[in-house]
């Protein structure tokens, strides 16, 4: 059997963005005095991390008899699924509403499957797909390319120097009282 995890240079990039984004939330609320308060800020952006870290968390198995999506055991919100080769009948490729192009196993039943496009070692997966099925894979690319996502993690590491400067800010007019 063969565990695909998402690609951690994905993983890091989102979860780095989301903390940029929700960590001047407290010092901001409380430097305007704002109606919400900064520990429920704390609170809520702490659950949102478990929750999208939980969310980052799939695996993909493959081995000679079927293809499933999973989820670690505490991330109970997240259905997986399991499709036998068997079962497989065509790869579809569908434009995304970015205009991007995934690709859905089609069952007998004309039920479709998400082809999980953002795991570490796609190429691999995508040659695993093409042998235990048969189905022509040459026209299967990533959804995104690494660079991307490297471009956006370039870019969250400035957003989190201006959050650094946000925050000090923030502190700063706290302690003078205005």
Do not use: C
């Amino acid at each position: 059997m063969t565990i695909y995890h998402l690609s951690p240079l994905i993983r890091l990039t989102l979860l780095t963005l989301y903390i940029a984004l929700v960590l001047p939330l407290p010092f901001l609320a409380q430097a305007t005095a704002a109606a919400v308060s900064p520990w429920l800020l704390v609170v809520v952006g702490i659950g949102g991390f478990v929750l999208l870290y939980g969310a980052l968390g799939q695996r993909v198995y493959v081995n000679a008899s079927e293809i499933g999506v999973s989820y670690p055991s505490w991330v109970p919100w997240q259905g997986g699924w399991r499709l036998a080769w068997s079962e497989v009948r065509s790869l579809k490729p569908r434009v995304t509403g970015q205009g991007g192009l995934v690709y859905y196993f089609q069952n007998r039943e004309g039920e479709g499957f998400l082809l999980p496009m953002r795991v570490a070692g796609f190429s691999r997966l995508v040659q695993q797909v093409h042998e235990y099925t048969g189905l022509d894979t040459g026209d299967v690319r990533p959804l995104s390319q690494p660079w991307m996502y490297l471009i956006l993690f370039v870019l969250t590491l400035l957003l989190l120097s201006v959050d650094s400067w946000a925050i000090a800010t923030a502190l700063t007019l706290g302690t003078s009282g205005g």
